[in-house]
Structure formats: C-alpha cells, structure tokens
C-alpha cells in the first residue's frame, strides 16, 4: 500500500488547486458561448416579422454593443480617474468633515434609483450621451471611494512605520507601499463599478444614448419579445464577461502573497 508523504500530499493539493483555478477560469466564458449558442439556435428556429428582422440583425447588433461598451468603459475609466484620487484624499485628510462630505455625496449618488438619477439629469441638463456618462459615474463612484478608503486603512501600521524608518516621505510609502497592498481591495472595488455600469447603461436608452437598452425596451413596448429576449442576453453576456475579465487583471496584478 502507497504512504502519501507530506510532499505528495502538497503535490496533489497543488494539482487540485490548479484544476479547480482552471474550471474557475473558463466557466464564465463557457457559460456564455453555450447562452449565446442557445439563442442564436432559438431565433433560427422560430420565424421573424419584418419588425423583428429590422433589428436582430448582425448591423443592428453590432452598433448597439458598441454604443453600450462604449458608455460602460468611459464611466469605469472616469471613476478610477476620479474615485481612487478621492479616496487617498479622504485617507489622508485629518478632517471629519471633508470625510463625511465625500461620502455622503458617493452615497447619494448610489442610493438614488438608477433610472431616477438618469431621468432627473436629463431633466435639469439635457439629454444625449454626455448626461447618460455623468449618471453612470455617479452611480458607480462609492464602491471604488469606498474600497480604496477601506484598502488603504487595512495596511498594517507596522508596514508603514517600518517605511518611514527607512527614510521613506509619505508619498513613497503611499506609492511603494500603502497602494500596491491595498490595491486587491480597490481592484475589487473597480470590479464591481464596472458590473454596475454595464446594468445601469441599458436604462440609457430613455435619454436617447443608445446601447442594448433599445432593444429592450422596443421589444417590451412593441411586444416583439425574441427581441426582448436577445436584448437581455447581450446585457448578462457582457456583465458576466467583464466581471470574467476583470477577475483576471485582479488576480494578474495581486502582490505576491497576498
């Protein structure tokens, strides 16, 4: 009978991890492929009128993939242009005040109804793509203020103070230590902006900004629900792929051994 000795044990837990990192992996885009699949077999399959033929087509498609990435990756740029920034001030400022202002101002923004703060945007400025952006960012901006404020305050102080003993400024420590520790957390935080950005720019479609939201939206108030359907689809296909992606720059970029 075959002893399993400490090393072939941590061999085969290694071996079992790398599998179940691997199933990890390509689930999401797997997953994916066969909804994709399922649709496109279920609308050969079933017959189209002219209206529906007007818009599930590969021109119609394509445009309005773009237009809905196209609104997502601004949004999630503009936030970690903006959010990360806002969160190292916050850390940093000895101020309650200045620290109660920014969050209660990222916590309006997501506490408000999507669609609400979208429509009272358009109200008060104007319609179009430039108004859709602004709601987006301001919808998505707490979970990466709040991750980057919660990443940085979990650096352990002892890291820090061993920092400063070697002669560090405290802008060395920030970018040598202080965010490459605390960027798996912020990372989590972009992550999940970017999840948001992608829901919340369907509802876009009602100040004429475009993006798979159309097709919602026409297939619900025409009741052509194969295009209902294809619209909601798009929209999870490419939440989960971006979620998918994302998971990988996180785990790309993750300091060693954390």
């Given amino acids: 009978m075959a ?126 793509y430039t108004t859709a952006l602004v709601a987006l960012v301001a919808y998505s901006f707490l979970p990466v203020l709040r991750n980057t404020l919660t990443g940085l305050e979990q650096v352990d102080a002892g890291v820090r103070e061993s920092a400063r003993g070697m002669g560090m400024t405290p802008n060395q420590v920030l970018r040598r230590i202080e965010l490459p520790l605390a960027s798996p957390t912020i990372l989590a935080g972009l992550r999940t902006s970017l999840v948001f950005c992608v829901g919340v720019a369907t509802i876009a479609t009602f100040i004429n900004a475009g993006g798979l939201g159309d097709m919602i939206v026409n297939g619900l108030k025409l009741q052509r629900y194969p295009v209902l359907v294809s619209g909601a689809v798009l929209v999870a296909a490419i939440a989960i792929l971006i979620d998918w992606a994302a998971g990988l720059v996180e785990n790309a970029v993750r300091p060693r051994g954390l």
Avoid: C
Wanted: hydrophobic share 55%; proline share 4%.
């Fill in 3 to 128: 002893v399993l000795t400490p090393t072939k044990n941590a061999r085969l837990d290694a071996a079992a991890g790398g599998r179940m990192s691997l199933l990890r992996s390509i689930a999401s885009p797997v997953l994916v492929a066969v909804a994709l699949l399922a649709l496109f077999v279920w609308l050969g399959s079933i017959p189209l009128d002219s209206i529906e033929q007007r818009t599930l087509n590969a021109d119609y498609i394509v445009a309005r993939v773009q237009e809905h990435l196209g609104l997502t990756v601004a949004a999630s740029a503009l936030v970690a242009v903006l959010a990360i920034p806002a969160g190292i001030a916050v850390y940093r400022s000895k101020s309650r005040v200045f620290r109660g202002a920014m969050l209660g101002l990222a916590n309006i923004g997501q506490a408000t109804p999507a669609v609400g703060v979208v429509i009272l945007l358009a109200i008060v400025w104007q319609t179009g």
